[in-house]
């Protein structure tokens, strides 16, 4: 309100005397006001900074925990591989051992099979050889 140029104190007492207020105490009023609310947000501020610098204080250990998850985990796989590295060249080995073992039977086989036919063609060649050169044979 104003009363013939002044300002009408509103903070004073309720039911006291209206009564015209210097401009420079009102604005010295809202100064303090700023100030007191300026206290307020700096003091928020304070705890936000504090709660950001537990999060991140808390991601840091997270991140902490997950790299060493992971190297248990790489250490696990790492374990895995080496005993299926080892189940793979047992079995490699079994099979080049029974892949041999095949082997060596069928060459024994081929071998026969060379016996069946070389015999049986080197008679009939010694045969017409002797035939060509042994009269009567």
């Known amino acids: 309100m104003t009363d013939g140029g002044g300002e009408v104190a509103a903070t004073r007492e ?16 809202r100064l303090g006001d700023l100030q007191r609310a300026q206290d307020k947000l700096a003091a928020r501020l304070d705890q936000l900074d504090a709660r950001l610098d537990h999060l991140d204080a808390k991601i840091e250990q997270q991140g902490k925990d997950l790299r060493a998850d992971i190297q248990r985990l790489d250490a696990k796989i790492d374990a895995v591989a080496a005993k299926l590295d080892a189940k793979i060249d047992a079995m490699a080995a079994k099979l080049d051992a029974k892949i041999d073992g095949e082997t ?12 069946y036919i ?6 009939v060649l010694l045969a017409a050889i002797l035939a060509h050169f042994v009269p009567g044979f």
């Not at 309720?14 to 009023?29: A, K």
């Not at 086989?109 to 060379?114: E, G, P, Q």
């Open 104 to 115: 060596d039977k069928l060459d024994s086989k081929i071998d026969n099979l060379r016996n």
């Open 14 to 29: 309720p039911g006291g005397p209206q009564v015209p207020v210097d401009v420079t105490w009102l604005i010295l009023e």
């Open 118 to 123: 070389v015999i049986p063609v080197a008679l």
